[in-house]
C-alpha cells in the first residue's frame, strides 16, 4: 500500500529555533493535513491544504505556524519560533480526493524543545 | 463532555477474548473512523462508517454506528497479544470545511498472552 512519508523522525531543537517538517504525500493525492499528539493526550487537527492554500485551520495554527507544498511532491509545516509547549508528534496525513474518504497518516515527527 | 469520547480508557484482556470500545461524540457527522496507534508510533486506520451505514465489518473488526445516540462500537474478535495498542475514533463532522477528524482520548487495550 502505498505510503506518507515523513522526515526527520526526531528532531530536537531550542525554545525560540525555527523548525520545518517533512512530508511527502501519496503522489496522486490532493488533501493535505498537519495534526498533531502531545504526549498523552488525543491527536488535534492543525490544518488542511488544497489547490497550494489552507482550507482549514484550528485555533492551535497561529501565526507562528506555515504550511507550503513548494515542490509539488513535498508538504512542509514550519514553525517560526518554537515553544516548549510546541513538543509533539506531528502527523502528516493526505487524501486522494473530497469524498469522505480515509486519511493516509504518515509515522510522525516527534519535536523536543528544549 | 467532547466530541470523540471514548470508553474505556483502557483495557486489559485475555487473547481470545473479544475487546470492545465504544465512542461518543457530539455534533451531526459525515462519517466515523477508527484508528489504532501503537506505543509512539503513527496511526493506522482500521475502518470508516458513514453516516448512513450502521454496521461494518472488517476481518476481526466490526464497527457499529447509531447517529440517534451518537455512539459507536468496535469490536475487536478473538484478540491476540499484537492487538495490544490505544484506539481512538475520529470524526468528521458536516459543518468543517476541510474534512478534519476530531479525534477522540483513546482507549488503551491491552491483551495478556
Known amino acids: 500500500e502505498p505510503e506518507v512519508t515523513q522526515t526527520p523522525s526526531h528532531q530536537v531543537t531550542q525554545m525560540g529555533q525555527e523548525v520545518i517538517l517533512r512530508c511527502v504525500p501519496i503522489?496522486?493525492?490532493?488533501?493535505f493535513y498537519w495534526y498533531r499528539q502531545i504526549l498523552g493526550q488525543k491527536v488535534e487537527f492543525l490544518v488542511s491544504?488544497?489547490?497550494?492554500?489552507?482550507?482549514?485551520k484550528s485555533e492551535i495554527f497561529d501565526d507562528q505556524f506555515s504550511v507550503e507544498r513548494p515542490d509539488g511532491s513535498n508538504f512542509t509545516l514550519k514553525i517560526r519560533s518554537t515553544k516548549l509547549e510546541d513538543s509533539a508528534m506531528y502527523f502528516c496525513a493526505s487524501k486522494a480526493t473530497d469524498v469522505r474518504e480515509k486519511l493516509f497518516f504518515g509515522s510522525g515527527t516527534q519535536l523536543s524543545v528544549l | 463532555s467532547q466530541q470523540g469520547e471514548e470508553d474505556p480508557q483502557a483495557l486489559s484482556i485475555q487473547e481470545g477474548e473479544n475487546a470492545t470500545m465504544n465512542c461518543s461524540y457530539k455534533t451531526s457527522i459525515n462519517n466515523l473512523q477508527w484508528y489504532r496507534q501503537n506505543s509512539g508510533r503513527g496511526l493506522v486506520h482500521l475502518i470508516l462508517i458513514r453516516s448512513n451505514e450502521r454496521e461494518k465489518h472488517s476481518g476481526r473488526l466490526r464497527v457499529t454506528l447509531d447517529t440517534s445516540k451518537k455512539s459507536s462500537s468496535l469490536l475487536i474478535t478473538a484478540s491476540r497479544a499484537a492487538d495490544t495498542a490505544s484506539y481512538f475514533c475520529a470524526t468528521e463532522q458536516q459543518e468543517t470545511s476541510g474534512s478534519r477528524l476530531t479525534f477522540g482520548e483513546g482507549t488503551q487495550l491491552t491483551v495478556n498472552p
Open positions: 491544504f488544497y489547490n497550494n492554500e489552507i482550507s482549514e
Open positions: 503522489s496522486n493525492h490532493l488533501y
